[in-house]
């Protein structure tokens, strides 16, 4: 398990700032914080004592017990751990307030301030009670008074540029400020507004994460109708020619609306200015949004119609139908749709620039799915230090769709060097199935050649990409909008895209700590259900995937002690495919049995053992059987230690135990068949009370004794449990030279013929689909598998199609599988026979991140297994029967 933390040294001195430094810790899951609480002080450079028990960390104003397991909360991805003190600068919650203050336009964008005591004064000293910077805005620009019944006045205090009550001028004679209502000072805008609601159900995963669930209240932007206007986009500029103006250094002023507008049309106007601006949330909302998280949070799937649209700024724009001739709409959000013109090119002085591209990456982080959105930052301009580099975009590495999705050999998707870059850049070009969409963001120069030419290239692909420079001319050629920073003091934009200029847009900038503080409260979110989890993993251990990391008897019982008292399960989990696990479901009404084929050497035992494994943790041993026999070797061997196991038969070296498995195969189905009176299994076994007691040992005929038929179906008691036989190398029972595998081969056939209806599955791999082609159990099995194939013909005789033939040979375990329902996936089996990795063994680290160094190949801890210990299957099975015999 590897979680991001920030680690806060104490301070040196009365209102002096605390040093912090983000550090990767690496840890077994469960790990408790005293663990790691000497480690994590000597990340800021404290060297206290060596006992965990001196060493306290507080998580905002509480300190954190060392008993707290790392990845449960707080100790979440993402967090600031405060060492000695608690932090000075822990912001409560915004929603903890009756009423807000929220700054949703302008220069420094994004506050969200609880408003306390008396009053409040906005300006642009640190004097103020809340200061922006706005170098409009006067020093103390405006005062809120809050009176003890919740209502809030508002007046100026003598500003230079002045201030407007939504669009008239506000003097010093105090007026009522409802919410809801626009305050425009300077090219800032802020409104107040009541305390959040409520926010989504979260769940911990244990792992420094919080799943999402779904929002309470679907949030739809409002639908287009007769009297909404189109969303002010680059897609359409013409429309509007010059949407601001300044008169006398005055703040800008609406124009009126148009004489002949009657109250109805005026009610228009209201209705589609809110729309808009509830369309497109301003920054305070996106805060707001990632800290609840809200319900808006990521709502922004592929198909929804405002995808990839982004705010740049407000502005007054005409209004729709239903409005007067004439009627602008105040303040709202002018947008760049970069589905239409792909790429956007933000220039200007350089801290207005990121400013606005922090607020751009922002929105598109909390509307936009990380499964949906892949974001690549490159910031590799020779011309600017790299420290410079790092600090400019260090906030970012919080974000989680910078997380490398795709199989890119990097810590994040940042490209903050020349060869970084390189790599960024071509791993966007030779992506090949892209999963979501992509936003390429480059800061200047991409620092070389090559690289500027594989910029060039990307441009013409399916990447949005969004450019940062100081003037329009260091741009990339052929980009399809441009925002170019203009007034005084950069603090408007003019738009261009194809047509004329859209110009005197009040542009929307974020300052770098408001950035950091958004990323980090979604650092540690994750999609409840994510559309991808991108490429299949070359190798996978199947103890992970079935969450027993560490393998105990009282978890096994606790799983076997929630089981539903119905006809037992026989479902497999055999590994993932591209979006999900991927798992076989034997006792479903789909199809009871499953067909293997693969090449030799493709992991058609393995992934035996995998599903044998994955059966016994799925159910109790008395209501599920296993009989495994091999057709030519004993390949199942290392499973007969599973209590669920009742013979092992190894048809090659014992063809005796083999005829008298036949017959008991044979007896066992007829005896069914006579218990169940004509009812299927499951018909038979409703209503039917379970018995506890664990079925008895089981195994092969000791060397030398008589031979006996297996014992879980040589003498069937009632209730039966389920009885799934697993056949490894079929075609070797099918072949001439085989007299005891001949019999067993049409016992087989009986249970792919007459099994499925009596609770008797069969699973079977072949090396060669063309012997066991038109067999009874090539025509029962509706759950097939292909493996890596050596001809096209042998995949489409398995799956129906030839892409098993295509597989590596490098992927053991890789291979497709075809659903009763005809889908055909991609999937990876997992592991059961290897040992434990030796990382789950070491002790836990920190380590300093440098951001510098997160767009490189990471250096990973080797992962050997433990050669002399016990393998997977193994301390499984040892952990079955210990919860078996409870």
Same mark, same amino acid.
């Given at each position: 398990m590897?979680i991001?933390l /920030?680690v806060l040294?104490p301070?040196?001195?009365a209102?002096?700032?605390a040093?912090?430094?983000d550090?990767l810790v690496? *840890?077994p899951v469960g790990?408790a914080?005293?663990?790691?609480?000497?480690?994590?002080a000597g990340?800021v450079?404290v +060297? @206290?004592?060596?006992?965990a028990?001196?060493?306290?960390?507080y998580a905002?104003?509480?300190?954190?017990d060392?008993?707290?397991?790392?990845?449960?909360?707080?100790?979440?991805?993402g967090?600031v751990l405060?060492?000695?003190?608690?932090?000075?600068?822990a912001? =409560? =919650?915004?929603?903890?307030?009756?009423?807000?203050?929220?700054?949703? #336009?302008?220069?420094d964008?994004?506050g969200v301030?609880r408003?306390h005591?008396r009053?409040?004064?906005?300006?642009?000293s640190s004097?103020?009670d809340v200061p922006l910077?706005?170098?409009d805005?006067?020093?103390?620009?405006?005062?809120?008074?809050?009176?003890a019944d919740?209502?809030v006045?508002?007046?100026d205090?003598?500003?230079t540029?002045?201030?407007?009550l939504d669009?008239?001028?506000l003097?010093?004679?105090?007026?009522p400020?409802?919410?809801g209502a626009?305050?425009r000072?300077?090219?800032s805008?802020?409104?107040?507004?009541?305390?959040? @609601?409520?926010?989504?159900?979260t769940?911990?995963d244990g792992?420094?994460h919080?799943?999402v669930?779904p929002?309470?209240?679907?949030v739809?932007p409002a639908?287009?109708?007769?009297?909404q206007p189109?969303?002010p =986009?680059?897609?359409a500029p013409?429309?509007t $020619?010059?949407?601001?103006?300044?008169t006398l250094g005055?703040p800008?002023?609406?124009a009126?609306?148009a004489?002949?507008?009657?109250q109805?049309q005026l009610?228009v106007r209201d209705?589609?200015?809110a729309?808009?601006?509830?369309?497109?949330?301003?920054p305070?909302a996106l805060?707001l /949004?990632?800290?609840?998280p809200?319900?808006r949070?990521?709502?922004?799937?592929?198909?929804?119609?405002d995808?990839?649209?982004?705010?740049?700024?407000? @502005?007054?724009?005409?209004?729709?139908?239903?409005?007067a001739?004439?009627t602008?709409l105040?303040?709202?959000?002018?947008t760049?749709?970069?589905?239409a013109?792909h790429?956007?090119?933000l220039t200007?002085?350089?801290?207005?620039v &990121?400013g606005?591209a922090?607020?751009?990456?922002?929105?598109l982080?909390?509307?936009?799915p990380?499964?949906?959105l892949?974001?690549?930052v490159?910031?590799?301009?020779?011309r600017?230090?790299?420290?410079?580099?790092?600090?400019?975009?260090?906030?970012?590495l919080?974000l989680?769709?910078?997380?490398?999705?795709r199989?890119q050999?990097?810590?994040l998707?940042f490209?903050?060097?020349a060869?970084? =870059?390189?790599q960024r850049?071509?791993?966007?070009l030779d992506?090949e199935e892209?999963l979501g969409a992509t936003?390429?963001?480059?800061?200047g120069?991409?620092?070389?050649p090559?690289?500027?030419?594989?910029?060039?290239r990307?441009?013409r692909?399916?990447?949005?990409?969004v450019?940062?420079a100081?003037t329009t001319a260091?741009?990339p050629?052929?980009?399809g909008?441009?925002a170019e920073l203009? @007034?005084?003091?950069?603090?408007?934009?003019?738009?261009?895209? #194809?047509?004329e200029p859209?110009?005197?847009?009040?542009?929307?900038?974020?300052?770098?700590p408001w950035a950091?503080r958004l990323?980090? *409260?979604l650092?540690p979110?994750r999609?409840?259900?994510?559309?991808?989890?991108?490429p299949?993993p070359?190798?996978?251990?199947?103890?992970?995937l079935?969450e027993l990391?560490t393998?105990?008897p009282?978890k096994?019982?606790?799983r076997?002690?929630g089981?539903p008292?119905?006809t037992g /399960?026989a479902t497999a989990l055999?590994g993932t495919t $591209?979006?999900d &696990?991927?798992t076989v479901?034997l006792a479903g009404?789909?199809?009871p049995?499953?067909l293997?084929?693969?090449a030799?050497?493709?992991?058609?035992?393995?992934?035996?053992?995998?599903?044998i494994a994955?059966l016994?943790?799925?159910?109790?041993p008395? +209501?599920?059987s296993l009989?495994?026999i091999?057709g030519?070797?004993?390949?199942?061997a290392?499973c007969?230690?599973l209590?669920?196991?009742?013979a092992?038969?190894d048809a090659?070296?014992d063809?005796r135990?083999a005829m008298l498995?036949a017959e008991?195969l044979l007896?066992e189905?007829?005896?069914r068949?006579?218990?169940?009176h004509? $009812?299927s299994?499951?018909s038979?076994?409703?209503g039917?009370?379970?018995s506890?007691?664990v079925?008895?040992p089981?195994?092969s005929?000791p060397?030398?004794?008589?031979?006996?038929?297996?014992?879980a179906? *040589?003498t069937?008691?009632?209730?039966p449990p389920r009885?799934v036989?697993?056949?490894?190398?079929?075609?070797?029972l099918?072949?001439?030279?085989?007299?005891a595998g001949?019999p067993l081969?049409?016992?087989?056939a009986a249970?792919?013929? +007459?099994?499925?209806?009596?609770?008797?599955?069969l699973?079977?791999?072949t090396?060669?689909p063309?012997?066991?082609a038109?067999t009874e159990?090539d025509?029962?099995?509706?759950w097939r598998?292909?493996? $890596?194939?050596d001809?096209?013909?042998?995949?489409?005789l398995?799956?129906?199609?030839d892409d098993a033939?295509?597989?590596a040979?490098t992927?053991?375990?890789?291979g497709?599988?075809r659903r009763?329902?005809?889908a055909?996936?991609?999937?990876?089996?997992?592991r059961? /026979?290897g040992?434990i990795p030796r990382?789950?063994t070491?002790r836990?680290t920190v380590v300093?991140l440098d951001v510098?160094?997160l767009g490189t190949p990471?250096?990973?801890?080797?992962?050997?297994?433990?050669?002399?210990?016990?393998?997977?299957l193994?301390?499984?099975a040892?952990a079955?029967?210990?919860?078996?015999?409870d």
């Amino acid at each position: 398990m590897q979680i991001r933390l /920030t680690v806060l040294r104490p301070r040196a001195g009365a209102g002096l700032p605390a040093s912090a430094t983000d550090v990767l810790v690496t *840890a077994p899951v469960g790990t408790a914080l005293g663990a790691l609480s000497v480690a994590l002080a000597g990340a800021v450079g404290v +060297r @206290g004592p060596r006992s965990a028990t001196h060493v306290h960390l507080y998580a905002g104003s509480e300190r954190i017990d060392d008993r707290t397991p790392l990845g449960h909360p707080p100790l979440l991805d993402g967090a600031v751990l405060a060492l000695g003190e608690p932090d000075p600068q822990a912001l =409560a =919650a915004p929603g903890e307030a009756v009423t807000e203050l929220r700054v949703v #336009g302008g220069p420094d964008a994004g506050g969200v301030h609880r408003l306390h005591g008396r009053q409040v004064r906005l300006g642009r000293s640190s004097e103020a009670d809340v200061p922006l910077d706005d170098p409009d805005v006067s020093r103390l620009h405006l005062a809120l008074q809050l009176a003890a019944d919740g209502s809030v006045t508002v007046h100026d205090l003598g500003s230079t540029n002045g201030t407007l009550l939504d669009g008239s001028v506000l003097g010093e004679e105090p007026r009522p400020l409802p919410v809801g209502a626009l305050l425009r000072l300077g090219e800032s805008t802020v409104t107040l507004a009541a305390s959040s @609601g409520p926010a989504r159900a979260t769940t911990p995963d244990g792992l420094g994460h919080l799943q999402v669930g779904p929002a309470a209240t679907a949030v739809r932007p409002a639908a287009a109708s007769a009297e909404q206007p189109a969303p002010p =986009a680059a897609a359409a500029p013409s429309r509007t $020619r010059s949407l601001l103006s300044r008169t006398l250094g005055r703040p800008t002023t609406p124009a009126p609306a148009a004489p002949d507008a009657s109250q109805e049309q005026l009610r228009v106007r209201d209705r589609q200015a809110a729309a808009l601006r509830e369309r497109f949330p301003d920054p305070a909302a996106l805060l707001l /949004t990632a800290l609840g998280p809200g319900p808006r949070l990521w709502e922004r799937v592929p198909a929804h119609p405002d995808a990839l649209t982004v705010r740049l700024g407000t @502005g007054d724009l005409p209004g729709g139908p239903g409005t007067a001739p004439g009627t602008l709409l105040p303040a709202v959000p002018v947008t760049v749709d970069l589905t239409a013109c792909h790429s956007l090119g933000l220039t200007g002085p350089r801290e207005r620039v &990121l400013g606005l591209a922090r607020a751009v990456l922002a929105q598109l982080a909390v509307l936009h799915p990380p499964s949906g959105l892949s974001v690549v930052v490159v910031g590799a301009d020779g011309r600017l230090p790299a420290e410079q580099r790092a600090e400019d975009w260090s906030w970012a590495l919080w974000l989680p769709h910078l997380r490398p999705m795709r199989g890119q050999d990097c810590r994040l998707l940042f490209g903050l060097d020349a060869t970084q =870059a390189e790599q960024r850049l071509g791993e966007l070009l030779d992506t090949e199935e892209p999963l979501g969409a992509t936003l390429l963001l480059v800061d200047g120069d991409v620092g070389s050649p090559e690289a500027r030419a594989a910029l060039a290239r990307v441009l013409r692909s399916d990447v949005r990409v969004v450019c940062l420079a100081e003037t329009t001319a260091q741009l990339p050629a052929g980009l399809g909008a441009v925002a170019e920073l203009t @007034g005084e003091v950069a603090t408007q934009l003019t738009l261009r895209a #194809g047509g004329e200029p859209v110009e005197g847009v009040a542009l929307d900038a974020v300052s770098r700590p408001w950035a950091e503080r958004l990323a980090r *409260a979604l650092a540690p979110l994750r999609e409840s259900a994510p559309v991808s989890r991108g490429p299949i993993p070359e190798a996978l251990r199947l103890l992970d995937l079935l969450e027993l990391d560490t393998v105990t008897p009282a978890k096994v019982s606790a799983r076997w002690e929630g089981l539903p008292s119905t006809t037992g /399960t026989a479902t497999a989990l055999l590994g993932t495919t $591209r979006d999900d &696990l991927c798992t076989v479901d034997l006792a479903g009404p789909e199809s009871p049995h499953l067909l293997v084929g693969g090449a030799r050497g493709s992991g058609k035992s393995e992934l035996l053992r995998t599903l044998i494994a994955s059966l016994a943790v799925s159910e109790r041993p008395d +209501r599920l059987s296993l009989l495994l026999i091999g057709g030519q070797g004993p390949s199942l061997a290392a499973c007969a230690e599973l209590p669920h196991v009742t013979a092992l038969v190894d048809a090659a070296a014992d063809p005796r135990q083999a005829m008298l498995t036949a017959e008991a195969l044979l007896d066992e189905l007829t005896h069914r068949e006579e218990l169940f009176h004509g $009812r299927s299994f499951a018909s038979w076994y409703a209503g039917q009370a379970l018995s506890a007691k664990v079925v008895s040992p089981r195994g092969s005929a000791p060397a030398g004794a008589p031979a006996a038929p297996p014992a879980a179906i *040589a003498t069937v008691t009632a209730p039966p449990p389920r009885l799934v036989v697993v056949v490894d190398d079929y075609e070797a029972l099918l072949a001439p030279h085989s007299p005891a595998g001949r019999p067993l081969a049409r016992a087989l056939a009986a249970v792919a013929q +007459r099994g499925g209806r009596l609770g008797v599955h069969l699973v079977a791999t072949t090396g060669h689909p063309e012997q066991t082609a038109d067999t009874e159990l090539d025509e029962a099995a509706q759950w097939r598998i292909a493996l $890596r194939s050596d001809h096209p013909a042998d995949s489409d005789l398995l799956i129906h199609v030839d892409d098993a033939a295509a597989v590596a040979d490098t992927t053991p375990g890789r291979g497709y599988l075809r659903r009763p329902d005809g889908a055909v996936l991609a999937f990876q089996t997992a592991r059961i /026979t290897g040992r434990i990795p030796r990382t789950a063994t070491l002790r836990p680290t920190v380590v300093a991140l440098d951001v510098t160094q997160l767009g490189t190949p990471p250096t990973r801890r080797p992962v050997r297994e433990l050669g002399n210990g016990p393998t997977d299957l193994a301390l499984l099975a040892s952990a079955l029967q210990r919860a078996a015999a409870d």
